[in-house]
């Protein structure tokens, strides 16, 4: 797209960026003649002042923007003060970001009077497609009228010319462009990635590189030159915000500075390089151009010398300002519940027993009709087939392809795109299609969604549920029947589910839905129709609409016999999934010596209903689907070791998979690798007479 011919751009507005370009100069500055107290890495803007002013000057209250590390000039732009900002830069209590817990210009912020701003990461293109998501979760509440704006709003994702070549980028382009999403991704060209120059990186810059995707519009500009930029942005936030179509700008900018503070520009840059840079320094172009239209030099210095001052003066003060307070490490990890308890009717008289896909989609159906901010999407889920295991059949014809709808095979978008979602005040439901099909996600879920509300301060905790078909049978083979569950559980932040029948999964995935939380739902593929010999009782009776069944609350699913415990002649199994059902066929051969928990969730964990149990048992075994070593159940067999130790007759043991890198496809091995009722009895027996 053209820019079209050259305007003027008022005295008051170049005045204005002027203005705030000095002001980040001298906080520049002063960062860089106090390194000793600015010991946090941070980045600055000089060099990309021009452009980021231009775009925060175009934005109101009602958008939504995202910068990335090196933007500070668009954040005193939208209006945030340098104070404000330095309170981040040397970890603060009172850093209304994060309160002292993340890097300088990582912002979050829902001020009513400015954009909104997510939290972000500071890995590089992460950002893409959670704002992405913002886009998408704007024009869905367009689409049905779920909220009213002033203006239609304008979502605007600030990258690096470098972080274009991350796959995650393409992905955000791709769903942007497909969908026609009102979102501006600017691209700032500086021509390095920290010491990896333009032609090691890439084949063509981002302006080039976006010719690629169809429907997504594009323009270039000079991002040192204010009055340019300017017009650039403001012709594309024209179009974003009336034609509701996506678009990329690609500014050529300048690196002054260092790249952070930790890798400085001695230790990569070269003198010609950096004269090349500092001669297209954009507050001295402003500063030319502004003598040139017959502003007076003195006016000019005044500003300048005004800058400097109340940029130490904002210095001193944060300076000042209190650290966080030790105690407060813990908090924002997770937003709280309003579940907390069982409600509701678990099994309505004269109802008839459901297998475990029906009670979730009745469930979601139940939650649909109930929430217009509820959506389905991801992989094969449309009204076609419904999910590859008929997991959302019907829910498509019934809620129409604006609410259920199939994606592209991008998990990480799926995941990812959720976080934007959730800001705008959605729901998003989402399917990856097999567990083994999660790791492109694990980035998005890492590094963005699980840190969210922790590194926001509370401000922005991602609410979702991701489901997740899993686990082994019939020869499904080494891509279709992995367990993940011990990678997930390592990720703080987000809440596992893991029910082990029809009543179980209803209620677990209503309380999923009313957290604010992020909530993944293991669902095992052998478990959702009863095919699997055993699993009869994963059909249950169907519990009430009204049914809720909190997170953390463990159940014993078989009991052992009291006039055996007090003889000291019972064990305790703790298991989850496939597992309680391989207890209850073992257990037969046992009469009245084995109980059996099942945990349902695994974040969070019953551990004090099974610390009890163990207590009374004396023995205890962990079991689960997975291959054992350095394994969830493994782990949770030491804590339990660690509480109960006084109460052992014997160590507590955990019991899985054999150790071998994928389940293989032949029948006869895939039996050998998992554990069976048979191999599970064979351990009780060994457990019960040590």
């Known amino acids: 797209?053209?820019?079209?011919?050259?305007?003027?751009?008022?005295?008051?507005?170049?005045?204005?960026?002027?203005?705030?370009?000095?002001?980040?100069?001298?906080?520049?500055?002063?960062?860089e003649e106090n390194r000793n107290i600015c010991k946090y890495v941070h980045s600055t803007s000089r060099g990309h002042e021009a452009i980021q002013l231009a775009t925060a000057y175009q934005l109101t209250?009602?958008?939504?923007?995202?910068?990335?590390?090196?933007d500070e000039s668009l954040l005193l732009g939208i209006g945030f003060e340098p104070y404000q900002l330095m309170l981040q830069l040397l970890a603060k209590a009172e850093d209304l970001f994060s309160g002292g817990r993340s890097y300088y210009a990582h912002p979050s912020s829902l001020d009513e009077n400015f954009p909104k701003i997510i939290h972000q990461s500071s890995a590089t293109g992460m950002q893409a497609i959670p704002t992405t998501g913002i886009a998408q979760g704007?024009?869905?509440?367009?689409?049905?009228?779920?909220?009213?704006?002033?203006?239609?709003?304008?979502?605007?994702?600030?990258?690096?010319?470098?972080?274009?070549?991350?796959?995650?980028?393409?992905?955000?382009?791709?769903?942007?462009?497909?969908?026609?999403?009102?979102?501006?991704?600017?691209?700032?060209?500086?021509?390095?990635?920290?010491?990896?120059?333009?032609?090691?990186?890439?084949?063509?810059?981002a302006y080039d590189f976006a010719a690629g995707f169809v429907g997504l519009n594009r323009m270039k500009v000079d991002g040192t030159d204010f009055e340019a930029s300017f017009l650039a942005m403001k012709k594309a936030v024209d179009f974003v915000r009336t034609e509701r179509k996506p678009m990329l700008v690609c500014a050529k900018t300048v690196l002054i500075g260092h790249h952070t503070s930790g890798v400085r520009r001695e230790f990569y840059r070269d003198e010609e390089d950096l004269s090349k840079h500092r001669a297209q320094d954009p507050g001295n172009i402003l500063r030319n151009q502004l003598l040139n239209d017959g502003v007076d030099e003195d006016l000019l210095k005044q500003i300048e010398k005004k800058a400097r001052l109340e940029a130490e003066k904002a210095f001193e003060k944060a300076q000042n300002a209190e650290d966080p307070k030790p105690d407060t490490v813990e908090n924002h990890v997770f937003a709280p519940t309003p579940i907390t308890e069982e409600t509701g009717e678990r099994e309505p008289k004269g109802q008839e027993k459901i297998v475990m896909v029906d009670a979730a989609i009745h469930a979601i159906q139940e939650l649909m009709w109930k929430h217009p901010e509820a959506l389905l999407y991801g992989q094969d889920v449309g009204e076609r087939i419904g999910g590859v295991f008929r997991e959302a059949v019907t829910l498509?014809?019934?809620?129409?392809?604006?609410?259920?709808?199939?994606?592209?095979?991008?998990?990480?978008?799926?995941?990812?795109?959720?976080?934007?979602?959730?800001?705008?005040?959605?729901?998003?439901?989402?399917?990856?299609?097999?567990?083994?099909?999660?790791?492109?996600?694990?980035?998005?879920?890492?590094?963005?969604?699980?840190?969210?509300?922790?590194?926001?301060?509370?401000?922005?905790?991602?609410?979702?549920?991701?489901?997740?078909?899993?686990?082994?049978?019939?020869?499904?083979?080494?891509?279709?029947?992995?367990?993940?569950?011990?990678?997930?559980?390592?990720?703080?932040?987000?809440?596992?589910?893991?029910?082990?029948?029809?009543?179980?999964f209803k209620g677990l995935l209503k309380a999923a839905y009313y957290d604010p939380n992020p909530v993944i739902m293991l669902e095992h593929k052998g478990l959702y129709w009863s095919k699997v010999p055993g699993t009869e009782?994963?059909?249950?009776?169907?519990?009430?609409?009204?049914?809720?069944?909190?997170?953390?609350?463990?159940?014993?699913?078989?009991?052992?016999?009291?006039?055996?415990?007090?003889?000291?002649?019972?064990?305790?199994?703790?298991?989850?999934?496939?597992?309680?059902?391989?207890?209850?066929?073992?257990?037969?051969?046992?009469?009245?010596?084995?109980?059996?928990?099942?945990l349902r969730t695994l974040i969070p964990l019953d551990e004090n209903l099974v610390f009890e149990r163990v207590k009374i048992h004396g023995k205890c075994m962990v079991l689960t689907?997975?291959?054992?070593?350095?394994?969830?159940?493994?782990?949770?067999?030491?804590?339990?070791?660690?509480?109960?130790?006084?109460?052992?007759?014997?160590?507590?043991?955990?019991?899985?998979?054999?150790?071998?890198?994928?389940?293989?496809?032949?029948?006869?091995?895939?039996?050998?690798?998992?554990?069976?009722?048979?191999k599970v009895s064979e351990k009780i027996k060994e457990m019960l007479n040590h």
């Open 1 to 31: 797209m053209e820019i079209g011919t050259k305007q003027n751009v008022s005295k008051e507005i170049l005045l204005k960026a002027f203005n705030h370009m000095m002001l980040a100069k001298a906080m520049a500055d002063i960062y």
């Open 396 to 504: 498509g014809a019934k809620f129409g392809k604006k609410r259920v709808f199939n994606t592209a095979i991008q998990e990480a978008y799926i995941i990812g795109s959720t976080i934007g979602m959730s800001a705008v005040g959605l729901k998003p439901i989402v399917e990856v299609q097999f567990a083994d099909y999660i790791y492109p996600g694990i980035n998005q879920l890492i590094t963005e969604i699980s840190k969210s509300c922790y590194l926001s301060n509370g401000k922005f905790p991602v609410s979702n549920i991701i489901r997740v078909p899993i686990g082994a049978y019939g020869g499904g083979g080494p891509y279709h029947s992995g367990s993940v569950e011990s990678i997930l559980a390592n990720i703080k932040g987000i809440k596992i589910a893991y029910p082990s029948n029809a009543a179980d």
């Open 537 to 598: 009782e994963a059909k249950t009776i169907e519990p009430a609409e009204d049914y809720i069944l909190p997170f953390g609350k463990g159940k014993i699913v078989s009991e052992a016999n009291e006039n055996e415990i007090s003889k000291g002649r019972t064990m305790l199994i703790v298991t989850y999934g496939m597992g309680v059902y391989w207890a209850k066929g073992a257990v037969k051969n046992h009469p009245g010596r084995v109980e059996i928990i099942d």
């Open 138 to 205: 704007i024009q869905y509440i367009q689409e049905f009228n779920l909220k009213t704006y002033e203006k239609n709003p304008v979502v605007v994702c600030s990258l690096g010319d470098n972080s274009v070549t991350e796959g995650e980028v393409s992905e955000a382009f791709q769903f942007a462009a497909l969908h026609q999403l009102p979102i501006i991704f600017l691209v700032q060209d500086n021509e390095w990635g920290i010491s990896v120059t333009k032609e090691e990186a890439r084949t063509s810059d």
């Open 61 to 70: 209250k009602e958008d939504w923007v995202s910068p990335y590390y090196r």
């Open 625 to 678: 689907e997975e291959q054992i070593n350095n394994s969830f159940a493994e782990a949770f067999a030491h804590r339990i070791s660690k509480a109960c130790f006084r109460f052992l007759d014997a160590p507590v043991e955990a019991m899985g998979s054999l150790n071998l890198p994928a389940v293989p496809i032949n029948l006869i091995l895939e039996k050998e690798m998992l554990p069976n009722a048979e």
